[in-house]
C-alpha cells in the first residue's frame, strides 16, 4: 500500500500546462470582446489597432534571433554539407509546385464563381486601387540582391527573414567546418536559443491584448456593410482554401508521411488561433519552429524549412491573387481569357517573391503585380480593400497549415524526422513545454543518424 503512493508523485508538470490553458481562453475571450467592441463603438475600436500591431512587433522582435540560432545549430550538427543541400533543394522545389497548385486550384474557383459580374467602379474605388501600389515591392533581380544584407549585422536589425538566412547558413557551414573547434561556439549559440524563448514566451502572455486590439481595428474600421457586397468572393475564397488544406495538403500528409492531418492541426491549435486573432502568420513562426523541433523533425530540416516557407511557400496567398485578379477584371467588364489568365499568374507567382517582406503584402503584392503586367486592373483593387483584412485571415491561416505540412514532408523525404518521437508527440504522450518552448533533453537527443558519423567522431 505504501509503495503505491510515491508513484502518483509527479503532477507539477500538469500545473505549468494549466497556467497557458487559461491564457489561450484569454486570447479567445479578447476576439468575442475585440469583435462587440468594434460593431458597437466602431471609431474607438480603430484607435485600439496599435494594441495588435505592437504585439504583433514583439513577435517579430524575435523572429530573426530565433530563426538565427536554429539554423547554427542544425547546420552545426550536421556532419555533412550535402545533406543541408539537399534539404534546400527539395524544399525549394515543393514550394515551386505547390505554388503553381494552389494557383490552379484558384483559377478554377475563380472560373467557376465569377464573383465580380456586375459591379460598378467610381472614381474613389480606383483611386484607392492605385493607393495600394507598393513602392516596397521589388522586381525579382533586385529581390535576389536584397537577400545580401550591408552588414553582418544588420539582417538582425532590419527583420528581413531571408537576410537572416543567407547570413545563419554562411554561419552554420562556418561552424561545421570548424568541426570540434567550432563546438564551444554552439554550445553558446544553444544558451541564446534558450534565453531567446524564454523571452517568446513572456511574450506570448501579452497575446490576449494585442489580439483585443486588432479584432477591434479590424471590425470597426470595415464593419458588416463592407462584407456584404463581397460575401461571394469572401466565402470562395475561405472554401478554396479550406479544400486545399484538406483535400491537397491533407492528402498528401496521408500517402507520404502517414498523418492525420487533424492531429497535426490539433497540436498546433493554439498557434492557429494566435494567427487569427492577429491576422499575421509571422506571429506564430517562432512557435512553429520551436514545436517542430519537439515533434521529431531535426534541427537542420526545421531552420532551413521554415524560415524559407514563410518567403516562398505562401499557398493561401497564391491562391488569393488568382481570385482577385479574375474578380477585378470580371468587375471591370474585361473578363480574362485561360490564355490571358495563365500569364498573369506566373508573373503574379515570380512578383509575390519580391514582396515576401512588404507589410500587408498579399494586397500590396496583388497591387504591384497587376501594375507591372496589366495596368489596367489596377484601379479594381479599391473593391477589395474593404475585406482584404478579413480575407487575410485565410491568408494567414493557409500559409502557416502549408508550411508546416511541407516540414513534415520534408522531413520525412530526408529521413530527418523521428517517426516514433512524431506518434507519442501526437497522441500527448510528450506534452510541448509552454513554459521554455524547449526540451530540456534538446542538446542531448541526437540527430537522425548516418553512415561514417562514427569514424568522423573518432578522428576528431
Not at 124 to 137: L, P, Y
Not at 426 to 440: V, Y
Given at each position: 500500500?505504501?509503495?503505491?503512493?510515491?508513484?502518483?508523485?509527479?503532477?507539477?508538470?500538469?500545473?505549468?500546462?494549466?497556467?497557458?490553458?487559461?491564457?489561450?481562453?484569454?486570447?479567445?475571450?479578447?476576439?468575442?470582446?475585440?469583435?462587440a467592441v468594434g460593431l458597437i463603438w466602431p471609431d474607438a475600436g480603430v484607435?485600439?489597432?496599435?494594441?495588435?500591431?505592437?504585439?504583433?512587433?514583439?513577435?517579430?522582435?524575435?523572429?530573426?534571433?530565433?530563426?538565427?540560432?536554429?539554423?547554427?545549430?542544425?547546420?552545426?550538427?550536421?556532419?555533412?554539407?550535402?545533406?543541408?543541400?539537399?534539404?534546400?533543394?527539395?524544399?525549394?522545389?515543393?514550394?515551386?509546385?505547390?505554388?503553381?497548385?494552389?494557383?490552379?486550384?484558384?483559377?478554377?474557383?475563380?472560373?467557376?464563381?465569377?464573383?465580380?459580374?456586375?459591379?460598378?467602379?467610381?472614381?474613389?474605388?480606383?483611386?484607392?486601387?492605385?493607393?495600394?501600389?507598393?513602392?516596397?515591392?521589388?522586381?525579382?533581380?533586385?529581390?535576389?540582391?536584397?537577400?545580401?544584407?550591408?552588414?553582418?549585422?544588420?539582417?538582425?536589425?532590419?527583420?528581413?527573414?531571408?537576410?537572416?538566412?543567407?547570413?545563419?547558413?554562411?554561419?552554420?557551414f562556418a561552424l561545421q567546418a570548424m568541426g570540434p573547434a567550432g563546438r564551444?561556439?554552439?554550445?553558446?549559440?544553444?544558451?541564446?536559443?534558450?534565453?531567446?524563448?524564454?523571452?517568446?514566451?513572456?511574450?506570448?502572455?501579452?497575446?490576449?491584448?494585442?489580439?483585443?486590439?486588432?479584432?477591434?481595428?479590424?471590425?470597426?474600421?470595415?464593419?458588416?456593410?463592407?462584407?456584404?457586397?463581397?460575401?461571394?468572393?469572401?466565402?470562395?475564397?475561405?472554401?478554396?482554401?479550406?479544400?486545399?488544406?484538406?483535400?491537397?495538403?491533407?492528402?498528401?500528409?496521408?500517402?507520404?508521411?502517414?498523418?492525420?492531418?487533424?492531429?497535426?492541426?490539433?497540436?498546433?491549435?493554439?498557434?492557429?488561433?494566435?494567427?487569427?486573432?492577429?491576422?499575421?502568420?509571422?506571429?506564430?513562426?517562432?512557435?512553429?519552429?520551436?514545436?517542430?523541433?519537439?515533434?521529431?523533425?531535426?534541427?537542420?530540416?526545421?531552420?532551413?524549412?521554415?524560415?524559407?516557407?514563410?518567403?516562398?511557400?505562401?499557398?493561401?496567398?497564391?491562391?488569393?491573387?488568382?481570385?482577385?485578379?479574375?474578380?477585378?477584371?470580371?468587375?471591370?467588364?474585361?473578363?480574362?481569357?485561360?490564355?490571358?489568365?495563365?500569364?498573369?499568374?506566373?508573373?503574379?507567382?515570380?512578383?509575390?517573391?519580391?514582396?515576401?517582406?512588404?507589410?500587408?503584402?498579399?494586397?500590396?503584392?496583388?497591387?504591384?503585380?497587376?501594375?507591372?503586367?496589366?495596368?489596367?486592373?489596377?484601379?479594381?483593387?479599391?473593391?477589395?480593400?474593404?475585406?482584404?483584412?478579413?480575407?487575410?485571415?485565410?491568408?494567414?491561416?493557409?500559409?502557416?497549415?502549408?508550411?508546416?505540412?511541407?516540414?513534415?514532408?520534408?522531413?520525412?523525404?530526408?529521413?530527418?524526422?523521428?517517426?516514433?518521437?512524431?506518434?507519442?508527440?501526437?497522441?500527448?504522450?510528450?506534452?510541448?513545454?509552454?513554459?521554455?518552448?524547449?526540451?530540456?533533453?534538446?542538446?542531448?537527443?541526437?540527430?537522425?543518424?548516418?553512415?561514417?558519423?562514427?569514424?568522423?567522431?573518432?578522428?576528431?
Amino acid at each position: 500500500m505504501a509503495a503505491s503512493t510515491p508513484d502518483t508523485a509527479p503532477a507539477a508538470p500538469a500545473a505549468k500546462r494549466d497556467r497557458t490553458h487559461y491564457l489561450y481562453i484569454a486570447v479567445i475571450a479578447a476576439v468575442a470582446l475585440g469583435i462587440a467592441v468594434g460593431l458597437i463603438w466602431p471609431d474607438a475600436g480603430v484607435e485600439l489597432k496599435p494594441l495588435g500591431t505592437g504585439f504583433v512587433n514583439l513577435i517579430k522582435m524575435m523572429i530573426s534571433p530565433i530563426i538565427f540560432c536554429t539554423i547554427v545549430l542544425g547546420i552545426g550538427s550536421v556532419r555533412k554539407a550535402a545533406k543541408v543541400g539537399a534539404v534546400g533543394g527539395i524544399a525549394l522545389g515543393y514550394f515551386l509546385v505547390m505554388s503553381l497548385v494552389a494557383l490552379s486550384i484558384g483559377l478554377l474557383v475563380g472560373n467557376v464563381l465569377h464573383p465580380g459580374d456586375g459591379l460598378h467602379l467610381t472614381d474613389a474605388v480606383k483611386a484607392t486601387g492605385h493607393d495600394q501600389v507598393s513602392a516596397d515591392a521589388l522586381p525579382p533581380v533586385d529581390f535576389v540582391l536584397s537577400i545580401i544584407p550591408v552588414t553582418f549585422v544588420s539582417a538582425f536589425t532590419e527583420g528581413q527573414v531571408l537576410q537572416t538566412l543567407l547570413v545563419a547558413l554562411l554561419a552554420g557551414f562556418a561552424l561545421q567546418a570548424m568541426g570540434p573547434a567550432g563546438r564551444p561556439v554552439l554550445r553558446g549559440v544553444e544558451h541564446i536559443q534558450r534565453l531567446v524563448f524564454r523571452i517568446l514566451a513572456m511574450v506570448m502572455w501579452a497575446a490576449p491584448v494585442g489580439a483585443f486590439g486588432a479584432i477591434a481595428a479590424v471590425v470597426g474600421s470595415s464593419g458588416v456593410d463592407a462584407l456584404k457586397s463581397l460575401a461571394v468572393l469572401m466565402l470562395g475564397f475561405y472554401v478554396t482554401c479550406v479544400l486545399f488544406v484538406f483535400l491537397v495538403l491533407g492528402v498528401l500528409l496521408r500517402v507520404l508521411a502517414g498523418l492525420n492531418i487533424l492531429t497535426l492541426f490539433k497540436y498546433l491549435a493554439r498557434e492557429f488561433l494566435l494567427i487569427l486573432s492577429t491576422s499575421s502568420s509571422e506571429s506564430a513562426l517562432p512557435r512553429l519552429i520551436a514545436k517542430m523541433e519537439h515533434l521529431g523533425v531535426s534541427k537542420a530540416v526545421v531552420g532551413i524549412t521554415v524560415p524559407t516557407g514563410y518567403s516562398f511557400n505562401l499557398d493561401g496567398t497564391m491562391i488569393y491573387m488568382t481570385m482577385a485578379s479574375l474578380y477585378i477584371a470580371d468587375a471591370l467588364g474585361t473578363p480574362m481569357s485561360i490564355g490571358e489568365q495563365i500569364p498573369l499568374l506566373l508573373f503574379l507567382l515570380l512578383a509575390s517573391k519580391g514582396a515576401a517582406g512588404v507589410s500587408g503584402a498579399g494586397l500590396a503584392t496583388l497591387a504591384g503585380g497587376l501594375q507591372s503586367h496589366k495596368p489596367a486592373l489596377v484601379d479594381g483593387v479599391g473593391l477589395i480593400v474593404g475585406i482584404d483584412r478579413f480575407m487575410s485571415e485565410a491568408r494567414a491561416l493557409t500559409n502557416f497549415a502549408g508550411n508546416s505540412v511541407a516540414t513534415v514532408l520534408i522531413g520525412t523525404w530526408t529521413k530527418e524526422i523521428d517517426k516514433d518521437r512524431v506518434r507519442r508527440v501526437l497522441a500527448g504522450e510528450l506534452p510541448f513545454d509552454e513554459t521554455t518552448l524547449l526540451d530540456e533533453d534538446q542538446a542531448e537527443r541526437p540527430e537522425v543518424p548516418e553512415q561514417g558519423s562514427e569514424k568522423e567522431l573518432v578522428r576528431a
